[in-house]
């Protein structure tokens, strides 16, 4: 299934066709690590039935970005150097000292790294219209995948939304006012901080946003930095004061409307990401639209058509 959690989100300045995408990610693909390397990413299938590196229908484009991290924690290689050290001190009756025990620690990390488990991770992303979505609420792993589409694509210009309106001082007017504007509804959680030294931070779950209680805390100065949303009666989020997305849920209607399109994978999969990436790409522009739009720099930015009439030399 390819139903998103979350979803970080990027502006996109243009959008290369499927065909060039496919061809240069291609050629990153990603090979598991190395015997001494700590880490490896690349590119795979955005789905086990499929063989190529981006899958594409009306126009969107998902790719999914693989890595893979060796896990080797310190504690191991502390103990085995400090076995090695006193196995040197008791045979040779000498103290070993600090440039020593650095190249000793070295020596035993490079003997470990080959043999240390990997712990893999995926994050996916699509690409539509002037937007970039990726499925992860890790700003560090959102940027790792767009970093990796610029080393494919130079210069590939993304960049974070910025709109006219903080989401942060939108969301405390929202709660100060009972409600969120279009096709937005108040759910039942939030996140408030303090701005001052002492930093206090209050965490609501399943409570009427409407109360008292919590225009109290909006009035001795309290900000909302988290805030669970409802959009159209179709999907249900958080939003957080970087405009990201997190613990996304698709309500019923969306559901169901999904198992509709047929019983093997091929057909599910191609159904649920169309609908899936049909409604995030309009909740994201409703959100941005109720923000204040985005700020002129990147509102005046052309936006690009659909992948299968975009003709753009992209160097490899």
């Known amino acids: 299934m390819v139903w998103f959690n979350n979803a970080s989100i990027y502006r996109l300045g243009e959008l290369p066709t499927e065909a060039k995408l496919a061809e240069v990610l291609a050629k990153r693909p990603f090979k598991p690590c190395a015997g001494l390397d700590w880490f490896s990413e690349g590119w795979v299938a955005p789905a086990a039935h499929q063989d190529s590196v981006v899958y594409a229908s009306r126009g969107r484009l998902l790719v999914r970005l693989k890595r893979d991290d060796k896990v080797l924690p310190g504690a191991v290689i502390r103990d085995s150097v400090d076995a090695k050290v006193k196995e040197i001190e008791d045979k040779e009756m000498r103290k070993v000292g600090r440039k020593e025990k650095l190249a000793l620690k070295e020596q035993i ?3 470990l790294l080959p ?3 990997t712990k893999s991770g995926c994050v996916s992303a699509f690409m539509s ?3 970039l979505i990726a499925d992860t609420s890790s700003a560090p792993r959102a940027e790792a995948l767009v970093s990796k589409l610029r ?4 210069p590939f210009p993304a960049a974070l939304p910025r709109t ?5 001082t939108a969301m405390t007017d929202w709660l100060a006012a009972g ?3 279009g096709g937005f509804e108040l759910d039942e959680d939030a996140v408030l901080k303090d701005g001052s030294e002492n930093g206090a931070e209050v965490r609501v779950r399943r409570i009427d946003l409407t109360s008292d209680e919590i225009r109290q805390h909006i009035a001795t100065g309290k900000q909302v930095a988290k805030l669970g949303l409802i959009w159209n009666e179709k999907v249900r989020f958080q939003l957080t004061d970087s405009l990201q997305l997190k613990r996304i849920q698709y309500l019923d209607v969306l559901q169901e409307e999904a198992s509709q399109a047929g019983d093997d994978r091929e057909s599910l999969f191609e159904a649920t990401f169309i609908l899936m990436s049909e409604e995030l790409g309009e909740l994201v522009e409703d959100l941005v639209e109720v923000l204040g739009g985005l700020e002129e720099s990147q509102a005046s930015a052309p936006i690009p058509g659909p992948a ?3 003709e753009v030399p992209w160097p490899i």
Request: proline share 12%; hydrophobic share 40%; aromatic share 8%.
């Open 308 to 310: 299968e009439a975009e």
């Open 129 to 131: 219209g002037r937007w």
């Open 115 to 117: 043999r240390a488990f």
């Open 164 to 168: 006219k309106i903080a989401p942060h």
């Open 151 to 154: 080393e494919a694509l130079p």
């Open 109 to 111: 990390t490079d003997d």
């Open 179 to 181: 409600e969120a504007p």
